[in-house]
């Protein structure tokens, strides 16, 4: 994807993901099935989720050059870092530390329009950056370990996606 179209996908696929947790019924942002997080969780996971990206964006290129380096490899395609992804979930990785939501967040409604917010911001990052910096440039992953800036905002489109699948289960159940 060329910087335009991750724009366009971070914004779509995030928007979809608020929307879906807004038409839930309030009584069920808070349930969780089947060991899950509740929708609540899954919209606090995201805003945690993607706030660090946002701002890593928001350095300039030689900054984060100095200090995360630069790749020695070609960025993986879309498909390939989902792959990698699935791979490391069905090992047991699991989100920790900082990335894992209480139990009951406050305020869906403000973190609704902060995710929308942080979303926006990190779409127009991406223009500070050129095409072979999105390839260039790495960040750290919890889970993936060294990432891309290409490969980050490619994760980060999945990532919705992927709670969008668990949103629209629970809404199910």
Do not use: C
């Amino acid at each position: 994807m060329n910087k335009n179209e991750l724009k366009k996908e971070l914004i779509s696929h995030h928007a979809h993901f608020i929307k879906s947790m807004q038409s839930l019924p309030k009584a069920q942002w808070h349930v969780s099935y089947h060991e899950k997080w509740s929708a609540s969780q899954l919209l606090d996971h995201l805003v945690k989720s993607v706030s660090p990206v946002k701002s890593a964006l928001s350095l300039p290129a030689f900054l984060l050059q100095f200090i995360f380096g630069k790749a020695n490899r070609k960025s993986k395609s879309y498909e390939e870092l989902v792959a990698r992804y699935h791979e490391k979930l069905e090992a047991g990785g699991r989100a920790s530390g900082r990335f894992v939501p209480p139990q009951k967040p406050d305020a869906i409604d403000i973190l609704s329009i902060q995710l929308e917010k942080i979303v926006i911001s990190l779409a127009k990052k991406i223009d500070s950056f050129s095409e072979d910096q999105l390839d260039q440039l790495i960040l750290p992953h919890p889970l993936l370990g060294k990432l891309t800036l290409r490969e980050m905002l490619y994760f980060t489109i999945y990532h919705v996606q992927h709670h969008q699948r668990q949103l629209e289960t629970q809404s199910i159940t």
